[in-house]
Every structure is written in structure tokens, then in C-alpha cells.
């Protein structure tokens, strides 16, 4: 515990309590019948699958194994995803809403057979989850859910007093729903593939798809793997020249606390209906109860300062709950989709080879396990009720039309502020531990003057398309607006679509 003063640093309390194994980077070419690109929870759940069914299959990141979303998440497994269910039925009808409700929970119910199965100790727990309101305008909202879970028979109850503590005047519950620790879960299935000797590669990084037959995947540093299919499980599929995916999502940041509440907590897991956004729920934690508040979220590299959420965040904690010590922070990114439904399926319907499992919207829990049953489904041929609703080849004119166009014009408009926005800020007015834009001979720069005073310059221009990236105060990150890259204050890639680090313009002791 760190006393009840915030963390200096972003670490999320899954990668503290846990240590995951390591892997080599990809060093020669190889074969399989099946690539999985990207080793989150939807990559390794697709290849526990695949490896049961007797596929040779090699799986690999371009960073390190479950360090994106899958252990950056709240790990709640639940099909309530706020209010969805009412706008489901309104835009694809009783049938296909009921669907997603369904696959959702056969989701949750695999997460749950498999640990039993393997015995696994990840602290998975029932609890039962509410979507609550402290706003008299989203009263009627809640009760339009409410309608919609009793038109799809979806097992809901409409609470009008919350337990004592929590902060809410109505809310809708969906009990029997689950939490786990996402990386003591993912730990047990990666041994389990190492004891099938399933190759594991961390650092490499997927940078080109031979589209022949048999299908080729060319990595940053030179080496091919030769499979049959392959299965992109990242944020936006590596592969940009097929499916157009960064014109069809947006990245979405969130933040997170883990703290030592002062009050009782009652179980459950809450979120709101409303914005700003606030979840929480009880967690594990160096053998005692932690409470995670969560929320805050926003489009990558808009808004304010990202410091600010982490405050609003502690601020709600502390007036909530109380704050009896700090144990961690951290932030996340999530994708969401133009009708808020993943993609899963093939990259487009001319090539059903290559498939991509994206844009969960903050519900990867169970979306990345639907993720990773679609596609063995698909790669064995089998029929699965639930493929046409994730397919990234649907189209619902409304809204889906409007989001794509509202979300390509905010591309655009950021690309061209970005390149109008010159700082005056001067190099020398940096203090340590700081990151800023700046002039450097009259060019706009990015700079980080480190703990120990030596600064890190950057060129601006994100290395996908060209928009100039932003300081990211609470994570000492430069992200950028337009598609969600990120960066290391030194330059290095942390997420894509990006594969280029930023240009050095040079490093000064």
C-alpha cells in the first residue's frame, strides 16, 4: 500500500499480484495451421481452443503476453453492458438483441466451466451487477431497460433502493453475473498451452499478410510464418488495407483505482448510467479487500488533462467510500464499434481466412471468449447461431451511417488542428518528470524531461496517419486523437494501429 496519497506511477493490480511467464521473440521462419496475432485474452483463448482441437498453432505479440486491455480491465464477466438492450431492440430488432444477450452469457458460462475444469484459482466469484442512476433524467432510460430485459427475457429486477453506501436512486440488477482476476485466469491457460508445447513469441510484431496459398505473415524483422488462417486479436487489426477497421472504431480511454475503502462494502458490482462514469466493485489484493473505482472515460487524446480523471476518480472515492490507503492506478483503451457490437469474423467477405475479434467497448470479459469460440467454429466449420451478429460485414443503416461519417470528420478536424496548433513553450521551461509540445528551432516538438533531468525529443506526427499526437499527463504517454496510438515518452510504440515509433529529433543530457 502506498499510504492515501495516489501513485506516482500507472500499474494495474493484476500485473502487481501476478507474474507472468516469459516468452522469446520470433528469431526464424515457421509453420502452422493457424497464426493467432496478438496474446490478450481473446488471442490466448483462441489458442487454448484451437490447441484442444489439435491444431498446430503459434501465438504472439508484439509486446509483452496479456500486458494491453486484458490486464488493464475492471474483469467483471457480465452481459449487463450498460445501456444497450433498449437501443438494441430499437436498431436491430427483438431477435438479434436477444442473441447478443445470449452469446454473452454463453460466454460467461465458458469463462466459468473452464475454471472449474482446470481448477484454476483466479478469485472468481457470483456476484450480482446493477446499472444505477443519481440522475432524474436517466430514470426513464433505466426504466426503457428495464422493458427491454422483460421483453427479451433477459432475468433482471428493478431495485429502488440500493444497498447502504452505494450512491444511487433506481437501478436495474442482473444477478448471478461474475468478477475474476484476468491474469491469475490467463496465467493457468498459458502454462497449460506451454505443457502442450504451443509456441509463444513476445516482441514480434506482425507487420504484413501474404494473401497466397497458403497464407504468409511478415514480421518487423524479417521472419514469415506460413499458416492456413489467421486469427488478429489486437485492438485494430495490424493489417490496415483490408476492412478500413481504424475508419470504423474509436479508441476510448479509461481509468481506474485500486484503494483500501474506509466503509463497508456490500458486494456487487455497479456501474452508472450516466456521465461522468463511475464502477466499482471489490477485488483481491495482497491477501486484503481492495475496492476498484473506476470510470472517467473519454476518446483518446481529447479533453482535458488525463491527471484530472485519476482526481475525479479519488475524489468520488474518498466522498463514497473513504480512501484508507492507496494501492495502485492505471488506465485503459477500448475500442467501440459503430453500433457498439464487436467485430468478429473474417477481415471481409471475400477472405474468410484471416479473421479479427475488436472493438468490445469496455466488455471484453465475455466478448473476447465469444471471440475465440466464433473463430474455432469458423476455422472447423462448424455453424454457430450467434456469427452474423458479430460479422464486421453487417450494416444497419441507422445508426451505424451517422457514426461513420460524425467519426471521420472528428478525424479529420483533429488532424488538421493538430498541425495549426504551435506552441509557444520553450524548451527550458520543462521541469522534471514533464512532458510537453514545444518549439525546437521554430518546429513543433514533442519533449519529456525525466527524473534526471535528460530530455527525450520527438517529432508529433503520429507514424499511422499523420495526426499530431498529445501529452498524456497521468500516464506519461503521447497518444494520438485521431485513431488511438500511443506512444512511450520516448517514442516507442505501446499501441497501434501505429507500427512506426515516433521520429527521435534527438536526446540531450
Not at 508445447?197 to 513476445?202: D, G, L, M, S
Not at 471481409?348 to 471471440?371: D, P
Request: glycine share 10%; with cysteine; charged share 25%.
Amino acid at each position: 500500500m502506498n499510504g492515501t496519497s495516489m501513485p506516482q506511477s500507472p500499474e494495474p493490480l493484476w500485473r502487481k499480484t501476478v507474474t507472468m511467464p516469459q516468452f522469446p521473440s520470433l528469431t526464424q521462419d515457421m509453420e502452422a495451421d493457424v497464426a493467432v496475432v496478438g496474446a490478450g485474452m481473446a488471442g490466448i483463448v483462441t489458442t487454448y481452443l484451437l490447441a484442444n482441437e489439435g491444431y498446430k498453432t503459434i501465438l504472439f505479440d508484439a509486446g509483452s503476453i496479456a500486458n494491453g486491455t486484458s490486464g488493464h480491465t475492471t474483469a467483471k464477466i457480465t452481459a449487463q453492458h450498460g445501456l444497450i438492450y433498449d437501443e438494441l431492440i430499437q436498431h436491430i430488432g427483438k431477435e438479434k438483441a436477444s442473441l447478443y444477450y445470449k452469446a454473452n452469457e454463453t460466454a460467461a458460462s465458458f469463462i466459468e466451466q473452464t475454471i472449474l475444469k482446470h481448477g484454476i484459482r483466479c478469485d472468481f466469484s457470483r456476484q450480482d451487477a446493477f446499472l444505477y442512476t443519481n440522475s432524474d433524467a436517466y430514470i426513464e432510460k433505466l426504466e426503457k431497460e428495464m422493458q427491454a430485459y422483460e421483453t427479451l427475457g433477459i432475468p433482471g429486477e428493478w431495485i429502488g433502493s440500493l444497498p447502504d453506501g452505494i450512491p444511487g436512486k433506481k437501478a436495474v440488477k442482473m444477478a448471478g453475473q461474475a468478477q475474476f482476476h484476468p491474469l491469475s485466469y490467463l496465467k493457468a491457460l498459458i502454462e497449460y498451452l506451454m505443457d502442450k508445447n504451443v509456441p509463444i513469441f513476445e516482441q514480434t510484431t506482425a507487420k504484413d499478410i501474404d494473401f497466397g496459398s497458403p497464407l504468409k505473415i511478415k514480421t518487423e524483422k524479417g521472419h514469415t510464418m506460413t499458416c492456413k488462417y489467421i486469427c488478429i486479436c489486437t485492438h485494430y487489426p495490424f493489417y490496415n488495407a483490408k476492412g478500413l477497421y481504424f475508419s470504423r472504431m474509436y479508441p476510448e480511454r479509461s481509468y481506474l483505482l485500486a484503494v483500501k475503502p474506509v466503509k463497508p462494502f456490500p458486494g456487487g458490482m455497479y456501474i452508472n448510467a450516466e456521465q461522468p462514469s463511475r464502477s466499482f466493485r471489490e477485488a483481491e489484493g495482497a491477501g486484503e479487500k481492495l475496492l476498484l473505482v473506476g470510470g472517467e472515460n473519454h476518446k483518446t487524446g481529447h479533453g482535458e488533462p488525463e491527471i484530472r480523471h485519476y482526481e475525479a476518480l479519488q475524489q468520488f472515492a474518498e466522498e463514497t467510500f473513504g480512501i484508507g490507503a492507496f494501492c495502485c492506478r492505471w488506465s485503459a483503451q477500448d475500442m467501440t464499434t459503430l453500433d457498439k457490437i464487436p467485430y468478429i469474423g473474417p477481415i471481409t467477405k471475400n477472405e474468410e481466412r484471416v479473421m479479427v475479434a475488436t472493438g468490445f467497448r469496455k466488455w471484453g470479459m465475455t466478448g473476447t471468449h465469444l471471440a475465440a469460440m466464433l473463430m474455432r467454429d469458423r476455422i472447423m466449420q462448424k455453424e454457430n447461431s450467434y456469427a452474423g451478429i458479430f460479422s464486421p460485414q453487417r450494416f444497419e443503416a441507422d445508426p451505424m451511417v451517422k457514426k461513420f461519417i460524425s467519426a471521420n470528420v472528428d478525424v479529420a478536424g483533429q488532424l488538421v488542428k493538430g498541425k495549426l496548433d504551435m506552441r509557444d513553450q520553450s524548451l527550458d521551461a520543462l521541469k522534471n518528470d514533464e512532458g510537453a509540445v514545444v518549439r525546437v528551432n521554430g518546429k513543433r516538438a514533442g519533449a519529456y524531461k525525466d527524473q534526471d533531468g535528460n530530455i527525450y525529443l520527438l517529432d508529433t506526427t503520429c507514424t499511422h496517419m499523420g495526426c499530431e499526437v498529445k501529452w498524456n499527463l497521468g500516464d506519461r504517454t503521447w497518444d494520438c486523437p485521431c485513431h488511438g496510438s500511443r506512444f512511450a515518452c520516448t517514442g516507442e510504440v505501446i499501441e497501434g494501429p501505429a507500427k512506426e515509433p515516433l521520429k527521435k529529433i534527438g536526446y540531450q543530457d
